[in-house]
């Protein structure tokens, strides 16, 4: 009898157990409310346009075979592990046995090699297949030569394993395989439906969560993908992701308590200092992969072709003031043209340019005189930036920072489509231009001072520098290779080929009551991983 | 009257043609385009969009084919929301502009109609300098310093508001932007009221109609509201088409899916067939918009008959 009762009472206490922490969980999963600050273009991959606030979606509602935990470091996605052939030029990946899309049908590696050929399919005319081109075959199916299906890509043992073969060794291969272009396409349902298969009613994704609303320009709606393989670790019930392009908008709903996080950019450069002091636990600024510099155009006949007028305009710049003054801290002073971050790399910059601003400015105002310069004989300089304020703000201080140099400077601005198709024709003296990186390699940043690459807008071109770039991009210890890359990079800013300026800082609003955030170098944050406190 | 509907929609289509060939011509002379952007396209890549987008035709014979698919009710697809078409766009976007145009309109006409008619009766008293004091005030202090002020003082300080956001069309939501756009038509209309009343009170018909002993209230209501309301009328027929169609600076700001910022994003992405959709639905509705006004005016002035 006295067993029984103790046996009843544990039964009642574990059950009222069970029934308060289910009680708990339900009050502690939630749906997330994020503010970005654009829209998603498709959630077919190969028609993204290639926004920060794009990919957040992206990684959210799909996921390739390899993914980022909170800080960016990577871990096994679709695939639960892979092997590289000797040559490096063989990627073979198991696909998880538990992997399903959205509707419960299973991921195979079929849908990663029709997803990977619909993304250099040239009828889809993607903007980014070019990530892909370290595939064999790849570039050449995207110029319309060969068939799709003769991409370096097989589906072997019945769809359980993904073999990739590239022309090239890439070292950052598997950070590459986080990037959207990697994602899988549900073939079954792009069969299916054909372009329609992007409509809410019809889509099906393989990620944490999968949309089901979309409201163009207002807000697209996700909840939890039961048949996500590991949907019993995410928290969230589902996430709203608002489009809100005004920033100063977007902190007034983050303050009035509608966002939960403000991402990409959660803020306006201008409210950095009073939501430092007002929103100190909620206002998170980190270094991020990215940088402002100005392009110097070295075509034949311009002014800036020459070296010594190219170093002195960079001697003669403060670029302290462009950071705290200007910019507030939102972005950090730099002499290099990688920014600093990436493990393992160590940015290199022109030793010169660190010296007292009083030694710089006279050694720039004789080299100007060496090249004919003077106030008397003044250098007229055009300078293209793209309307913005901020951009406004930089070139009229930086104009002015040149003036003692003889350097009259004529400020062009125009919205940013004509802005870069000017700098890309060589239509520009000097020319404001900021990138920030697909992945995470100081390879992505230096391409752009090879000579013929698209984004080397100033035609830089130095053939030692070309030779260090290919040297690396052979390597495969990737100590070695960095040393290689830390070479070139050395060559170009002892070459003046570009004036670095800015590192960019992401921003980013974070209700404190949020676990599972953190700031990274990437500034990626998979919404999987997020919670709210108890 | 049917006829005379029959011919203005007859007019219609080659006004709609004219501006449907302007705008498509000076979006193409305008310079960089839809695939200009921080990054530049491998040549291969830009080649893929350009023919993708039949971009690589010449252009008479884009014309033709955009003209083609407008006659058909397709307006194509949009270069920059590739899961929409611009037609599901405006089908999306216009039911958010024409419920905040129609209760700002509404709003305005409640408050600028009896404001433009207590200072016209009152005329040069410090009732009337005070409503035109404020109307002047309306009509200056633009949108995009109200609406930001409005969302801070009670979106964010005082919190009764949501300080953006769609939702449906809640109530709370639709108060901020449709008091922030009503504004300044109160006004305009309060003006315009004013000054058509004055006017109406001088002439001869409502001097006779005092003579006869009528009261104030019944002079104006009976026999002066009606003709000192036709140029108000000429005014809302524009403003109603201008008002529906969505305005860029409150959308932005509330964060409202309407149509006014397709206007200028689509310009600024030289997302042309955006732009060419927007524009044209535009056309469309000031057309209807003036005939329906200009049919109004027979009815309120028996002067005017279409027959």
Redesign the interface.
């Known amino acids: 009898m006295k067993a029984t009762t103790s046996l009843l009472g544990t039964l009642l206490f574990s059950a009222s157990v069970a029934s308060l922490a289910f009680t708990s969980q339900q009050a502690e999963a939630r749906t997330l409310q994020m503010g970005l600050g654009g829209e998603l273009a498709s959630f077919d991959t190969s028609q993204v346009a290639g926004g920060v606030w794009e990919a957040q979606v992206l990684m959210d509602v799909f996921e390739g075979l390899v993914k980022k935990d909170p800080k960016g470091n990577l871990l096994p996605g679709m695939a639960t592990d892979w092997v590289v052939s000797k040559d490096g030029k063989t990627w073979t990946f198991r696909i998880r046995s538990n992997a399903k899309w959205s509707d419960g049908t299973p991921v195979t590696a079929d849908d990663f090699v029709f997803g990977w050929q619909h993304m250099l399919d040239p009828k889809n005319a993607s903007k980014y297949a070019f990530m892909l081109y370290p595939v064999k075959n790849a570039k050449a199916i995207n110029e319309g030569k060969p068939a799709p299906d003769t991409l370096g890509v097989k589906s072997l043992d019945d769809g359980n394993t993904f073999q990739v073969t590239l022309n090239e060794p890439v070292p950052y291969f598997e950070e590459l395989m986080t990037h959207f272009t990697a994602y899988p396409l549900p073939k079954h349902t792009v069969e299916k439906y054909g372009t329609d298969w992007v409509k809410m009613s019809n889509i099906v994704t393989n990620g944490a969560f999968t949309p089901t609303d979309w409201v163009s320009q207002s807000s697209i709606k996700t909840v939890k993908n039961p048949d996500y393989y590991d949907a019993r670790q995410v928290a969230l019930d589902g996430i709203v992701y608002n489009n809100i392009e005004n920033l100063n908008a977007m902190v007034s709903r983050y303050r009035g308590g509608q966002l939960d996080i403000a991402h990409s950019h959660g803020f306006p450069v201008t409210q950095l200092k009073s939501l430092k002091r007002t929103l100190p636990e909620d206002t998170h600024t980190a270094p991020w992969l990215g940088n402002e510099y100005y392009v110097l155009n070295q075509r034949e006949g311009e002014p800036t072709a020459d070296l010594r007028v190219r170093k002195a305009l960079s001697l003669a710049i403060r670029r302290d003031i462009l950071a705290e003054k200007i910019s507030q801290g939102a972005f950090d002073a730099t002499t290099a043209f990688v920014p600093s971050g990436i493990h393992g790399y160590q940015p290199q910059s022109n030793d010169e340019l660190s010296k007292p601003y009083a030694e710089r400015l006279k050694e720039a105002k004789e080299l100007m005189k060496e090249a004919g310069y003077s106030p008397e004989h003044p250098l007229n300089l055009h300078l293209r930036f793209n309307s913005d304020d901020w951009n406004r703000s930089n070139a009229v201080a930086i104009s002015s920072m040149w003036q003692p140099l003889g350097v009259k400077t004529e400020l062009d601005n125009t919205e940013a489509t004509v802005h870069y198709q000017s700098i890309a024709r060589g239509d520009f003296d000097v020319a404001r231009a900021g990138w920030v990186a697909d992945y995470n390699d100081p390879q992505n940043f230096l391409t752009l001072m090879e000579t013929g690459v698209g984004n080397n807008y100033g035609a830089y071109s130095n053939n030692e520098y070309d030779k260090l770039m290919q040297q690396a991009a052979a390597t495969m210890d990737q100590g070695k290779r960095y040393q290689l890359l830390e070479q070139a990079e050395k060559l170009a800013m002892d070459d003046y080929a570009v004036i670095p300026l800015l590192t960019q800082v992401s921003r980013n609003l974070v209700n404190p009551h949020i676990n599972g955030w953190e700031d990274n170098i990437s500034d990626d944050h998979p919404s999987r991983w997020i919670s709210f406190d108890k | 009257m049917l006829s005379y509907i029959i011919k203005r929609i007859g007019q219609a289509i080659p006004t709609l043609l004219i501006v449907i060939t302007v705008s498509f011509f000076l979006m193409r002379l305008a310079?960089?385009?839809?695939?200009?952007?921080?990054?530049?396209?491998?040549?291969?890549?830009e080649a893929?969009?350009m023919?993708?987008?039949h971009m690589d035709e010449p252009l008479w014979q884009q014309y033709v084919r955009y003209l083609d698919g407008i006659a058909h009710g397709d307006f194509g697809p949009s270069f920059?929301?590739?899961?929409?078409s611009v037609t599901?766009?405006i089908w999306?976007?216009f039911p958010v502009s024409l419920t905040l145009g129609a209760w700002a309109m509404l709003v305005a006409l409640i408050i600028g109609l009896p404001l433009g008619i207590i200072a016209a009766i009152k005329r040069n008293s410090a009732v009337d300098y005070l409503v035109m004091g404020i109307a002047l005030g309306g009509i200056a202090v633009p949108s995009f310093v109200i609406a930001?002020i409005l969302?801070?003082v009670f979106?964010?300080i005082l919190?009764w508001l949501?300080?953006?956001?769609?939702h449906d069309g809640a109530l709370p939501n639709l108060v901020m932007p449709v008091a922030a756009l009503a504004l300044a038509q109160i006004a305009a209309i309060a003006r315009l009221m004013r000054a058509s009343m004055i006017e109406v009170l001088g002439s001869q018909y409502i001097r006779t109609a005092r003579a006869k002993g009528l009261t104030p209230t019944e002079v104006i209501l009976r026999h002066a509201l009606r003709p000192a309301l036709l140029p108000v009328l000429s005014y809302l027929g524009p403003a109603i088409a201008a008002i529906v169609t969505g305005s860029v600076v409150i959308?932005?700001?509330?964060?409202?899916?309407?149509i006014g910022?397709y206007f200028v994003q689509g310009a600024?992405?030289?997302d042309y067939t955006l732009v060419m959709g927007v524009v044209v639905f535009y056309a469309i509705l000031i057309i209807v918009m003036n005939l329906i006004v200009d049919l109004l005016y027979s009815v309120l002035d028996p002067q005017i008959r279409y027959d």
């Open positions: 310079p960089g385009g839809p695939f200009d952007g921080e990054r530049q396209l491998p040549p291969e890549i893929n969009l023919a993708a987008y920059k929301y590739k899961d929409f599901d766009l999306q976007g930001p969302a801070l979106g964010v919190a949501p300080a953006g956001g769609w959308e932005q700001i509330f964060g409202l899916p309407g910022r600024l992405n030289r």
